[in-house]
T-cell receptor, first 111, second 115 residues
């Protein structure tokens, strides 16, 4: 069965420091991986997709199939990055377009 | 702007009551989803619908039912609410595409408290 693991429930970093939010997955196939972000009092929104190989708001994430990881990284954290971050997986075994979410990591950037 | 809306935004009800949460979208997407979010558990899929005539159970469908009244509307019902259904409920949509999934668009959420 598919599984998405975000080992850190809480992560605090100082402004300007690098940040890495970990995500590991288990899936017997070719998954599509996503990062979603939920800012305070706002709805969940898509941050980035691995298939796009894009950088959004300074964040990047590389799919490492050998380590089954999709860690989210930013070299210099900003206060406005404080939010809840969810890693999610999609694939034919989850039902086309269906997402399977990790439990989330709350990032706090300390001024 | 095309959007996903949910009503009500907050609801308090009593054990045993029937309630309905509604979701509407103007994004023109075929696919709609209902999730619940619980602290420490993330989001879990309750039901999903790929078009008006297609309804599917998700990971945690027991105690819930849905209705896809139109392409733009997808309602979630709790036939007899119980306290452990207290949660934040999200509706989401996605477009149909043959290629890799492009992600889902979420509504603002409905906070439900069952006493």
């Amino acid at each position: 069965a598919q599984r998405v693991t975000q080992p850190e429930k809480l992560l605090s970093v100082f402004k300007g420091a690098p940040v890495e939010l970990k995500c590991n997955y288990s899936y017997s196939g070719s998954p599509e991986l996503f990062w979603y972000v939920q800012y305070s009092r706002q709805r969940l929104q898509l941050l980035l997709r691995h298939i796009s190989r894009e950088s959004i708001k300074g964040f990047t994430a590389d799919l490492n199939k050998g380590e089954t990881s999709f860690h989210l990284k930013k070299p210099f954290a900003q206060e406005e990055d404080s939010a809840m971050y969810y890693c999610a997986l999609s694939g034919h075994k989850t039902g086309a377009n269906n997402l399977f979410f990790g439990t989330g990591t709350r990032l706090t950037v300390i001024p | 702007d095309a959007d996903v809306t949910q009503t009500p935004r907050n609801r308090i009800t009593k054990t045993g009551k029937r309630i309905m949460l509604e979701c509407s979208q103007t994004k023109g997407h075929d696919r709609m989803y209902w999730y619940r979010q619980d602290p420490g558990l993330g989001l879990r899929l309750i039901y999903y619908s790929f078009d008006v005539k297609d309804i599917n159970k998700g990971e945690i469908s027991d105690g819930y039912s849905v209705s896809r009244q139109a392409q733009a509307k997808f309602s979630l019902s709790l036939e007899s609410a119980i306290p452990n259904q207290t949660a934040l409920y999200f509706c989401a949509t996605s477009e149909r595409n043959l290629g890799p999934p492009r992600g889902q668009y979420f509504g603002p959420g409905t906070r439900l408290l069952v006493l």
